[in-house]
T-cell receptor
Framework: AQSVTQPDIHITVSEGASLELRCNYSYGATPYLFWYVQSPGQGLQLLLKYFSGDTLVQGIKGFEAEFKRSQSSFNLRKPSVHWSDAAEYFCAVAVTGANNLFFGTGTRLTVIP | NAGVTQTPKFQVLKTGQSMTLQCAQDMNHEYMSWYRQDPGMGLRLIHYSVGAGITDQGEVPNGYNVSRSTTEDFPLRLLSAAPSQTSVYFC??????????????FGPGTRLTVL
């Protein structure tokens, strides 16, 4: 069965510091990969997605993610975090031929001044 | 465009009551879906639809019904509410029948409590 693992439940970083959020997936073929962000009390917004091609993808708000097939990972990065980045981040996987997304359990990001 | 709208924002039910969560989108998207979000479990797919008149089950469909009579609307019905259905419910839509492969636009959510 497909699964998505986000090993970090909660991460705290200082404003201006770099950020990396981890995501690992379990699937036999190359999946379609997504990162979503959820601000408190809001719905989810797509940050970026990977379907094929260049394994380093750029998203909105200065985020990027790198697909590493050998590690089954799709980690999200940002070089300098802003206080407004405090939110919950979800990694998601789409399965070829299916019509649903599988979500990880999320990582809550706290940004301290 | 209003995007994806959901009503109500909050709802409290007693065990055994029924209700309908409303979802509408004005983007002419074929694909629509319902998720529930529970602490520590991420989002899980309840039901989805790839077009008017077509619905299918997701990962956790028990206790819920859906219908899709129009492209715009995709209501979720709780037949007999149970405390285990206390959750935050999100509706989402996408511009392709292959919804998983394209960006899904999410509504603001409905917070449901079942006593």
């Amino acid at each position: 069965a497909q699964s998505v693992t986000q090993p970090d439940i909660h991460i705290t970083v200082s404003e201006g510091a770099s950020l990396e959020l981890r995501c690992n997936y379990s699937y036999g073929a190359t999946p379609y990969l997504f990162w979503y962000v959820q601000s408190p009390g809001q719905g989810l917004q797509l940050l970026l997605k990977y379907f094929s091609g260049d394994t380093l993808v750029q998203g909105i708000k200065g985020f990027e993610a790198e697909f590493k097939r050998s590690q089954s990972s799709f980690n999200l990065r940002k070089p300098s975090v802003h206080w407004s980045d405090a939110a919950e981040y979800f990694c998601a996987v789409a399965v070829t031929g299916a019509n649903n997304l599988f979500f990880g359990t999320g990582t809550r990001l706290t940004v301290i001044p | 465009n209003a995007g994806v709208t959901q009503t109500p924002k909050f709802q409290v039910l007693k065990t055994g009551q029924s209700m309908t969560l409303q979802c509408a989108q004005d983007m002419n998207h074929e694909y629509m879906s319902w998720y529930r979000q529970d602490p520590g479990m991420g989002l899980r797919l309840i039901h989805y639809s790839v077009g008017a008149g077509i619905t299918d089950q997701g990962e956790v469909p028990n206790g819920y019904n859906v219908s899709r009579s129009t492209t715009e609307d995709f209501p979720l019905r709780l037949l007999s509410a149970a405390p285990s259905q206390t959750s935050v419910y999100f509706c989402a839509s996408s511009y392709s029948p292959s919804g998983s492969w394209n960006e899904q636009f999410f509504g603001p959510g409905t917070r449901l409590t079942v006593l």
